[in-house]
């Protein structure tokens, strides 16, 4: 602890019992800085302060075993879990491995039960959780706390995590604050030494240093080893870095231990952190003397019956100082000792170096029960290291091609790319080349480089179709999604060729809909708007389908269909795992569309913290531009603006024109709220090519009438009233009512003043109109003004009224502002209406909350609804309600309507 008194009380800070919130702290450093050493004392605080502690500790020998990070978080309190609700409670069971299910557990649901329980175990005092060597940590476990960490707010819960320095966290790695524990000054270093047993002097002082540079563990085992060895300079010379040459000096230190200690503490150093209590004790015949040569020599401590290495680096050099032939012996009693199946396997893995059928069908076994679990990582990695081991060349294919499709879901196409490749090596079986090629090309769809892609998955349905192989229905399907990120039009001449080419007799209706809307919208797919009802009744069960088939129906303009048919999947849109899948954006641009901007934003923020622990770029800049878009609409521009650029940057708009479009739109949009019109006409009109082509193919259509607006206050009407014109063409009959009316508000806005009225009436006829209330408030804006203007300001007041409700309601600030002057050029006096500004003045969460919670759904279910614990619903509400100026949870329901005194307009 000497010489980090700063950083000790930038921890303590977070730590305090009297805290009311939730902290995040990462701990950076190199090995030996004394990252755990903080925490320790972090924990021990907290215990003595009256709080709780639940830890956890990475070991490289647990990275491969799904949830095994948070089996030992949450060890010392599952009794606790019957206090969740049902079905998180049967999901957190099932990935600990305390029961069964019979679907994989929906990777939202683990971390809700997660967030659940840490926030009731913060209930009667502060919790701290404490993660130490979160490099180790396997991914579903990161995964989850990632989830919890998002969404704690009230909560009084500390996270702290230590991590190596150069280590990626995933999940973890942006938004949070960092506290990075450097080298000790030279003063501490100094203060450091004089407090060993055997403070070093002289030139043997100056050498430990400079050898160690600070690093706390190093300024301590470098003047052990000097105190201890005769000043030959082997223990702390040499051109190797500090942690090879600690492990040479913790290696030496056992190399002259007994016999009888040496071999349990091999035992150690080969168990994981779950092992440990059956690795202390030994082999059979080891009594507790056996240890003490050990805990002399510094290299363990003994806490009870508990004895555990000081250092991670003392357990890495003890084991590799060891020969293969001692460490193969430690792994198999291991797994003789172990009660647990996976570990078993593990050890046995670890201890085998020839082809073995038996320890492959326990890791197979092992990786089947990781993915029944959700750990897709670690049942990639048992594939993998069991297709090593499987005798049968055939079965190693076979295994190679389960890990690759399984490593999908990780995100890590470096790892996908390479198990295809030893595919290719160890078979020529088409259709598992096909599987573990198809599996790569599903991840690169979430990347920028959709040229590849594309490339890659129509030569696997080319190959699919001609072997008549069902797995060309996958392919096309992904190469549809494909051509959607990308907007090439050549893309979709090869699309109808592969889809020809497949008999009609082994394709679902759900995936030639699929196909059709999202590669072809405005032509085959706008025939199948009427159909879509029906498919998605027959969907009901499959969520996979139904999810596919709510995309096909925002695509295709059933707006309310897409978000209603997206409600009812809800609790499974995402069962898969825990990647955005194909155009999962969608969900999020179909609650925009529909009003819902609060939920769109928690859609886009989620996909945007998955996207961006996996590297998935192209899925990270559509959350990024569906969040921009929502903040320009409530008058955010500056932050709107952040969030296009962003996005815009993450991909190559060549290869992604729908994510350039939806960002050049959302900057549009920012610049409309700001009223910069140049600007605004600038963006739009970058929508299409010079030529008046659209740049993408269904985005591009979408701004239609925001180019007319704009055009219109930059004398630019001509150039786009040509443009609109251009566009009806193109599209022809299959322009959908969304769509329609967009063009004919545009017309309305850009022809002469005699003859704007009809367009007006054509975009307001259709009552299907309705389920995009911002567009057609709009519309009732523009056709209110046009009539006060002609002077027929009766007819006037109701439009322009109804378009101000519509505004208030869904917090469109600049919009407000702007029918509020129609209103009073018309004679009325807008109202100041404090309760709805109060409204509109909440956080996107904040609103979302009042209106679920004023449907009537308690906290705990709109807990479950956004993924927060009922505690942090319950403290939004109570901050929330001195804001909106009313004391009971039964008003809310007038404030989301807008009905409470004073609201409206007063003429």
């Keep these: 602890m000497v010489g980090r008194e700063t950083e000790i009380a930038e921890i303590m800070r977070r730590v305090a019992a009297d805290r009311s919130h939730s902290e995040v702290l990462i701990l950076t450093g190199d090995p030996g800085a004394g990252k755990s050493v903080l925490l320790d004392f972090a924990a021990d605080r907290a215990r003595r302060e009256g709080g709780r502690v639940l830890r956890a500790v990475g070991s490289e020998s647990e990275a491969h075993l799904g949830f095994a990070g948070l089996h030992q978080m949450l060890r010392p309190v599952l009794g606790e879990l019957d206090s969740l609700p049902p079905r998180q409670r049967s999901a957190l069971r099932t990935v600990l491995g305390m029961g069964e299910c019979t679907e994989v557990p929906d990777g939202v649901l683990v971390g809700l039960a997660v967030l659940t329980l840490v926030s009731e175990l913060a209930e009667p005092a502060p919790l701290l959780v404490v993660v130490d060597d979160a490099q180790w940590i396997d991914r579903a476990s990161l995964d989850v706390l990632s989830f919890v960490a998002r969404r704690m707010d009230s909560e009084p819960v500390t996270l702290l995590v230590g991590v190596r320095a150069a280590a990626a966290l995933p999940g973890l790695d942006k938004g949070y604050e960092r506290l990075e524990i450097g080298p000790l000054s030279g003063g501490a270093a100094n203060r450091l030494l004089d407090q060993q047993p055997t403070p070093p002097t ?291 001449q090869q699309i109808e060729n592969l889809l020809s080419a497949i008999p009609d007799s082994t394709i679902t209706g759900a995936l030639r809909a699929w196909v059709l809307a999202v590669s072809d919208p405005n032509g085959a797919g706008a025939s199948l708007a009427p159909a879509l009802p029906g498919l998605i009744a027959e969907a009901k069960d499959d969520a996979c389908s139904l999810t596919a088939l709510a995309i096909v129906a925002w695509i295709l303009d059933q707006t309310a269909l897409a978000a209603r048919t997206f409600d009812e999947a809800y609790d499974r849109w995402q069962a898969r795992g825990s990647l ?247 004679g009325i006096e807008a109202a100041s209406s404090v309760v709805p500004s109060a409204f509109i003045e909440l956080s996107p969460q904040q609103q979302q909350i009042v209106q679920l919670a004023a449907r009537g759904l308690t906290n705990r279910e709109i807990g479950e609804r956004l993924f927060l614990s009922p505690r942090t619903v319950g403290s939004h509400l109570y901050r929330v309600f001195p804001k909106l100026g009313i004391t009971a949870r039964s008003q809310l329901r007038d404030v989301v309507e807008g009905t409470l005194s004073g609201a409206g307009v007063q003429g």
């Design 580 to 826: 955005p899948d194909g155009l999962g954006c969608a969900v999020g641009w179909a609650y925009l569309e529909q009003g819902r901007w609060a939920e769109a934003r928690s859609v886009a923020a989620e996909i945007s913290a998955v996207a961006s622990a996996a590297g998935l770029d192209h899925a990270e800049a559509c959350a990024h531009a569906l969040d921009a878009t929502v903040l320009a609409l409530l008058g955010e521009a500056t932050e709107a603006r952040r969030g296009a650029e962003q996005a815009l940057v993450l991909v190559d708009p060549l290869e992604s024109r729908s994510i350039a479009v939806f960002a050049r739109r959302a900057l549009g949009l920012a610049a409309v709220a700001e009223g910069d019109y140049d600007t605004a006409y600038a963006q739009f009109r970058s929508a299409f090519t010079d030529d008046g082509d659209p740049v993408h193919y269904h985005v591009s259509y979408t701004v239609l009438a925001e180019l007319a607006a704009a055009a219109v206050r930059r004398g630019r009407r001509e150039d786009a009233a040509e443009l609109l014109e251009r566009s009806a063409r193109r599209l022809g009959t299959g322009m959908s009512a969304r769509i329609t009316a967009l063009l004919n508000r545009g017309r309305a806005l850009l022809a002469e003043p005699d003859h704007a009225e009809p367009y007006f009436q054509a975009a307001l006829a259709d009552d299907t109109g309705e389920q995009w209330p911002f567009e057609r408030a709009q519309t009732r804006l523009d056709y209110g003004e046009w009539l006060r203007r002609q002077r027929r300001i009766a007819e006037a007041r109701p439009l322009l009224t109804t378009a101000l409700d519509t505004f208030q309601r869904l917090g469109a600030r600049p919009w407000i502002e702007r029918a509020k002057a129609e209103l009073r050029a018309a």
């Design 202 to 492: 002289g030139r043997t002082r100056v050498r430990i240093l400079q050898e160690a540079a600070g690093n706390p563990l190093a300024l301590v085992e470098l003047a052990r080893a000097s105190a201890t060895r005769h000043s030959d300079g082997s223990s702390v010379e040499g051109p190797l870095p500090v942690t090879d040459r600690l492990e040479r000096i913790f290696a030496e230190q056992a190399q002259f231990l007994p016999q009888a200690t040496r071999r349990p503490l091999l035992l150690l150093a080969a168990a994981d952190a779950t092992d440990a209590p059956t690795a202390s004790r030994g082999l059979p015949e080891t009594d507790d003397k056996a240890w003490a040569p050990a805990e002399r020599a510094g290299l363990v401590r003994q806490d009870g019956p508990r004895i555990s290495f000081r250092h991670p680096l003392i357990r890495s050099a003890v084991y590799h100082a060891a020969s293969f032939q001692e460490r193969r012996e430690a792994h198999l009693a291991l797994a003789k000792l172990s009660e647990e199946p996976d570990r078993r396997a593990w050890h046995l893995a670890a201890a085998t170096t020839r082809p073995d059928e038996d320890v492959s069908a326990a890791l197979q076994q092992t990786a089947d029960r990781a993915r029944r679990r959700g750990g897709y990582a670690a049942a990639a990695a048992a594939l993998e290291r069991a297709a090593e081991l499987s005798p049968h060349r055939v079965d190693q294919a076979r295994l190679l091609t389960e890990a690759a499709v399984m490593a999908v879901f990780t995100g890590q196409l470096g790892w996908v790319e390479r198990l295809a490749a030893e595919v290719r090596k160890h078979s020529d079986d088409p259709a598992l080349i096909s599987r573990a090629s198809l599996a790569t090309g599903q991840l690169m769809t979430l990347r920028r480089h959709h040229a590849a892609a594309f490339a890659l998955l129509t030569r696997i349905a080319d190959e699919a179709a001609a072997a008549r192989s069902p797995r060309v229905l996958d392919a096309l399907a992904a190469a549809a999604a494909v051509r959607y990120y990308s907007g090439e039009e050549s893309q979709q």
